[in-house]
């Protein structure tokens, strides 16, 4: 962001890449159409998984892949999926009754529920993160898999060259376990499923749904990779994200107290339930505003999505790029755009979301991505978030542990806050 700041919207961050935070160069790179193909940075993520939605470069499979589990993603499915975020709110707020009148690491338990709430979705099968108060070891692995993953993509002949010699000197690179203990609890279900079908209408019965229609596009293994990339794309993304809103909201008393004037109104008015609905919340405006202005100040991705210039070069702002140079934008520079935002891009006020005309930052909301190769997950977070923050502010008065303290960033790939400690009062309502 400061190189940005210093030298505007190009700026070179290797020999063959530059980082671009122009508006107009989003849908010219990322667009539905883009002849940018993804660069070899994601080879490194990939690695031999042949169904992988984030990390695949073959434009022509992606777009075919995507197809075939689309359906699962969809917002028409989500009133399927609610059920099972409730189950996971309940846990939480009963979890949060507990700890009360402490301190309470916000850090620790809205990831602790992202992931929770993931397994519920995805297999109808909590982790049981919450009930233990503490996961098994998994976040770590994942930490160090973004932290290894990240450096190398950038020197990615490194990563197949320890590939190929991992059968002689062993595993020593990070990245290769991201998946770990995730994957076996992925396959433990999956093949639990497939002994015993079922009728329920989560993430795997979907894409299982998809494998018995089409078993020469979509086979048992993919199922188990789509899901296991279910829970690691949808999980950390979703616990920064609520992390960033609630965070947002106690360091913004006025939109807190509008966002709780808004809760208040609706359950005065019966049209608020608890916990909260989602077709409820989508009504809400200042809390889908407060959701995207947080996640356009603290987008869970921290780097460039680095993406190859196609044959025959383009421009791009005005300058040439030839074939072969990486290109890519970054949420946190492009967000901050004070052309698009206002001179107070650095601050957070939902209420700029509340305009009649929005649609520059609409284009610039790059917190999920863009064009074709847009998170597909992205219905299912907004759904997790848009329930659990209003029944949260519903069910209790939120306030930091220490009003003066500010918590701690730490980008591997994924932009992760510590040292946010809060305090919660249970509400008393009058009665309506």
């Known amino acids: 962001m400061s190189l940005h700041s210093k030298y505007g919207p190009l700026v070179r961050i290797a020999p063959n890449e530059v980082s671009i935070a122009d508006l107009p160069a989003i849908k010219q790179i990322y667009g539905s159409g883009s002849r940018f193909r993804k660069s070899d940075w994601y080879s490194v993520w990939q690695g031999h998984r042949k169904f992988d939605l984030f ?24 009133k399927d999926l609610e059920p099972y975020v409730d189950d996971a ?13 402490g301190r309470i690491d916000m850090s620790k338990w809205a990831q602790l529920f992202a992931f929770d709430v993931i397994g519920e979705v995805t297999f109808s099968k909590s982790f049981g993160f919450m009930e233990n108060s503490k996961d098994d070891g998994t976040f770590a692995a994942i930490g160090r898999a973004a932290r290894s993953g990240s450096w190398l993509g950038q020197v990615s002949w490194l990563f197949w060259l320890h590939d190929a010699l991992m059968p002689y ?11 770990g203990g995730l994957r076996n609890f992925a396959l433990r279900e999956t093949a639990s499923r497939k002994e015993r079908p079922s009728a329920k209408k989560d993430i795997v019965g979907r894409l299982f749904q998809t494998s018995a229609e089409k078993p020469g596009e979509m086979d048992y293994n993919d199922v188990v990779s789509m899901a296991t990339s279910n829970i690691t794309a949808g999980s950390d993304t979703t616990g920064i994200s609520m992390r960033a809103i609630i965070y947002f909201l106690l360091k913004n008393p006025e939109a807190k107290r509008r966002l709780i004037e808004e809760i208040d109104q609706r359950r ?5 339930s608890d916990p909260v609905s989602w077709n409820e919340a989508n009504k809400m405006k200042y809390l889908q505003a407060c959701m995207h202005e947080a996640l356009r100040l603290h987008p869970a991705v921290g780097v460039n999505l680095p993406r190859v210039v196609p044959p025959g070069g383009t421009e791009i702002h005005g300058h040439y790029f030839p074939a072969g140079s990486i290109v890519g934008v970054n949420a946190w520079v492009v967000h901050r755009n004070k052309e698009v935002y206002g ?11 509340l305009k009649e005309d929005i649609g520059d930052m609409q284009r610039s909301f790059f917190s999920f991505g863009a064009g074709s190769r847009s998170c597909i997950g992205r219905n299912i977070s907004w759904l997790e978030m848009s329930k659990l923050i209003p029944t949260l502010f519903l069910r209790y008065d939120v306030a930091l542990a220490d009003p003066y303290a500010e918590w701690s960033e730490h980008c591997q ?7 946010f400690d809060v305090k919660l009062t249970p509400r008393k309502h009058p009665a309506t």
Do not use: C, S, W
């Open 169 to 179: 000197i062993g595993n020593h690179l990070g990245v290769n376990n991201r998946h």
């Open 343 to 353: 001179e107070d891009a650095e601050e957070f006020r939902p209420e700029r979301r």
């Open 268 to 272: 005065r008015k019966g049209e608020l």
């Open 55 to 78: 990390a695949g470069r073959d434009e022509k499979v992606h777009g075919q892949q995507r197809k075939l589990v689309a359906r699962a993603y969809a917002m028409e499915t989500l």
């Open 413 to 419: 790939f994924f932009v992760h806050q510590t040292n």
């Open 89 to 101: 709110i309940e846990v939480f707020m009963r979890k949060m009754r507990e700890q009360i009148p």
